[in-house]
């Protein structure tokens, strides 16, 4: 059996398996493996673009709910249905507006995320009870290896527990999953790191931005009106996507986001780490991470560096704030989210 090459020592013992596969030409063998454990019902984890995904058939609702028995996720937050190509998407929507089909056109593969009307054998463990399916079509040749080797849409929330950070490497699968998943893809480190963006289509074709993501707003505006009205989603509130509760995301460590000159006078306490953007230049801290200072740098590496500072048993992980402008909306959703306001 292969091993996780980037796993520490302690957790090899408690693994569920795990099989490294070429992120660019995935292995044959591998995915024919993954695809017999899919077809039997159970749950595979695979690498997208944007995170790891917990994959289960979609068609078969008990597979689905064991998905959330894995995540321990509450039933009514819906799941998105990964297929290849549009063609894949028309099988399981009800209806495709024209502008779906622009949208597709324009960022499929990749992720985005169309939210579209649900066809009546579609069942409501995928859809969290509603009438709408959330459909992407990813980029990352190892999930789209398995989808076309099942021939047949796959289920995959971001493969971490519930409003636990999500997973942009195999390890942190192994860390947040154990053996609740039957078997990880380890296809190495997510490229984009932070998840799809999440829309649906309104009947007088605005798009209205579910989750904010990889695909940035500008990008989607080029097509349509975008609509964004959870910015300021609070717990309890009637929210269009489930996703959106406002602790999400979470460290174990308590998070705050501050400015630079701010943070420098906190940081100084015990075990603080410290995410900044583009330098450190003077910042001394119990453990400090530097990530690009550009937005989608930034997002590639956030999620991994959150994890290391958890790993890191920190007792406080401050966030240098990101900028106010629009590019930076992904990034700025999470870290709000992670801070549990
Ligand atoms: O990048 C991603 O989207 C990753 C990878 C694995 O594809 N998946 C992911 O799934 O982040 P998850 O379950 O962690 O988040 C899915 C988001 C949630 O905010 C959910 O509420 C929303 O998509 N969503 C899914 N189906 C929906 C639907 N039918 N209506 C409204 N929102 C939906
Ligand atoms: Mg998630």
């Excluded at 190509?85 to 324009?106: H, P, V």
């Excluded at 991470?289 to 992980?317: K, M, N, Q, W, Y």
């Amino acid at each position: 059996m292969r091993r996780n090459r980037e796993l520490p020592a302690r957790l090899q013992a408690v693994t569920p398996r795990v099989i490294v596969v070429d992120a660019d030409r995935p292995e044959k063998p591998a995915i024919s493996e993954a695809v017999t454990i899919l077809r039997n019902g159970r749950l595979v984890a695979f690498p997208t673009e944007t995170v790891y995904g917990l994959g289960a058939r979609a068609l078969d609702r008990t597979a689905v709910a064991r998905i959330f028995e894995a995540k321990g996720r509450p039933a009514a937050h819906p799941i998105i249905a990964h297929v290849l190509d549009e063609d894949g998407a028309k099988k399981i929507a009800a209806t495709w507006s024209d502008l779906a089909s622009q949208l597709a056109r324009a960022f499929w593969p990749g992720p985005l995320t169309i939210v579209a009307p649900k066809r009546a054998e579609i069942s409501d463990e995928l859809t969290g009870g509603g009438n709408s399916v959330g459909i992407r079509a990813p980029m990352h040749p190892v999930a789209r290896a398995l989808i076309a080797a099942l021939g047949e849409p796959i289920a995959a929330p971001s493969a971490n527990r519930f409003q636990q950070i999500s997973p942009t490497l195999a390890a942190h699968v192994v860390k947040s999953l154990g053996d609740n998943v039957d078997l990880i893809l380890d296809g190495g480190p997510c490229a984009r790191g932070i998840e799809s963006t999440v829309v649906s289509i309104s009947e007088t074709n605005e798009i209205h931005l579910l989750r904010p993501g990889s695909i940035s707003i500008e990008a989607l505006a080029k097509h349509a009106k975008v609509i964004y009205e959870n910015q300021n989603a609070t717990e309890g509130e009637l929210r269009a996507s489930p996703g959106m509760d406002a602790k999400h995301y979470a460290p174990r460590a308590r998070l705050l986001i501050a400015a630079r000159e701010d943070l420098a006078k906190l940081a100084a306490e015990k075990k603080v780490g410290v995410i900044l953007q583009g330098n450190s230049a003077g910042f001394v801290a119990f453990a400090t991470r530097v990530l690009p200072g550009d937005a989608s740098g930034f997002a590639t590496a956030l999620f991994a560096a959150l994890h290391d500072l958890d790993d890191l048993e920190c007792d406080l992980i401050l966030v240098e704030a990101p900028p106010s402008t629009d590019e930076w909306i992904a990034v700025r959703d999470r870290l709000t989210r992670a801070s549990g306001h």
